[in-house]
């Protein structure tokens, strides 16, 4: 009877563990499901901010110019807005992969090139200069951290 209750024991073990590793992966497919949802989102929001620079063809240019040139009302208004909500999707980007890993190292290095691609162009420099305190502090940190462009020094 002993060797029956035994052996009882040892299937059981083997099931526990069996079904612990079962729950082990299916965490880890999840996982990467969650990341995949997350980095489709992610470039979702920044494709629908592309669409804003297309459709006002004329606003990129005005990125070149500095930020204390007057520019049309209307003009200026879509410009900081467009921006706002760039910098809105850098710092969820942010946010994702420093405390949740959640965008893949590869999907980070080309969201810093974003970053910094925006950070070149001349009038985002004054304008960040007075709306970085938008944003959370060591998101500040961390753009203020990327090399500086020439042009700014």
């Avoid at 590793?21 to 997350?38: E, F, K």
Wanted: charged letters at 20%; a negative charge; hydrophobic letters at 45%.
């Amino acid at each position: 009877m002993t060797t029956s209750i035994k052996l009882v024991d040892i299937i059981q073990s083997l099931g526990i563990i069996v079904t612990l590793l079962v729950a082990i992966w299916q965490m880890s497919v999840q996982t990467r499901h969650v990341r995949a949802a997350n980095d489709l989102a992610l470039l979702s929001k920044f494709d629908e901010i592309n669409k804003l620079w297309i459709a006002h063809p004329g606003i990129w240019k005005e990125l070149e110019t500095s930020y204390d040139t007057e520019l049309q009302g209307t003009s200026q208004e879509v410009l900081s807005t467009i921006l706002f909500m760039v910098f809105n999707i850098f710092e969820l980007a942010f946010r994702h992969h420093k405390k949740y890993k959640l965008v893949e190292n590869d999907a980070w290095a080309d969201w810093c090139n974003l970053i910094q691609a925006y950070r070149e162009k001349t009038y985002l420099y004054g304008w960040w200069e007075n709306n970085a305190r938008e944003y959370s502090e060591d998101f500040q940190s961390f753009v203020n951290g990327l090399p500086v462009p020439k042009n700014e020094k």
